[in-house]
């Protein structure tokens, strides 16, 4: 599908921004397979904009959280920055404007379902925010992302409410990663009437979490708890969720 003037007319209204350089626009909806198929060797695919809108989207989400819930710890700003950058939060935000219909792809990436994968609508809703920064910069974004991310932050504090510690663990890691922790009983003290056992949660053999509990299943709260609280982890998965 071309991007033609109406069509990129129509992204702009849904999107609520006008390009002054429609250059910037039309490059962020060219995936790199439809390179291959093009007789215009001079188009460039959209991921030196998905680069720079990656970095704008974390930002920016790190702005809203930290206003937003001025109360909130490190640790539960990174895990709701994580849920909001997060591949599918992308790809959602990406389908409410219909991005994927007006991306460039190749006919093997059409053919495939590529204008509904998840990885290429949050690759392409990235670019769409670098090229936003790159034409009307920085306060623009801001209002953008900010009413999109509202409503959404608001989800996920909800929905986290409503789910204990090895739920949500779970739920974060398996979306950024298809990993799923596993629970290892590495310790147990005391007389069979009071014992303490001690647990390690692992991803992929890395121990991201420790805790202990009066149960082994409290033990395994405690160390997904413990994997939770640990910023660095969730920042790696963040990252590792866009490609």
Do not use: W
């Not at 809703?125 to 306060?139: I, K, P, S, T």
């Not at 409503?162 to 890691?173: G, M, N, T």
């Not at 001690?198 to 979490?209: A, F, K, N, P, S």
């Amino acid at each position: 599908m071309s991007t033609s003037t109406d069509e990129l007319a129509e992204l702009e209204a849904r999107l609520g921004v006008i390009f002054q350089d429609k250059s910037l626009l039309r490059r962020a909806l060219v995936h790199r397979s439809y390179l291959n198929e093009s007789l215009d060797h001079g188009l460039v695919d959209n991921e030196r904009l998905e680069f720079l809108g990656d970095a704008v989207i974390d930002f920016v989400a790190a702005e809203f959280l930290y206003n937003r819930y001025p109360g909130m710890d490190e640790g539960h700003l990174t895990r709701l920055r994580a849920a909001l950058v997060r591949t599918e939060s992308l790809a959602a935000l990406a389908r409410a404007l219909d991005l994927g219909q007006h991306l460039r792809l190749g006919r093997g990436e059409i053919a495939s379902g590529g204008r509904e994968r998840p990885n290429n609508l949050c690759g392409a809703f990235e670019a769409l925010m670098g090229a936003v920064y790159l034409d009307q910069g920085l306060e623009v974004v801001k209002q953008v992302l900010v009413a999109r991310f509202e409503p959404v932050a608001e989800q996920v504090l909800q929905a986290q409410a409503d789910r204990d510690a090895k739920s949500l663990l779970q739920e974060i890691v398996q979306a950024e990663t298809q990993i799923t922790p596993t629970y290892h009983l590495v310790g147990q003290s005391g007389p069979d009437h009071d014992k303490e056992f001690t647990v390690e949660v692992r991803l992929d053999g890395q121990v991201v979490g420790r805790g202990k509990g009066r149960s082994k299943q409290a033990a395994e709260q405690a160390a997904a708890q413990d994997a939770l609280s640990n910023s660095e982890l969730l920042l790696n998965l963040q990252s590792i969720c866009k490609r």
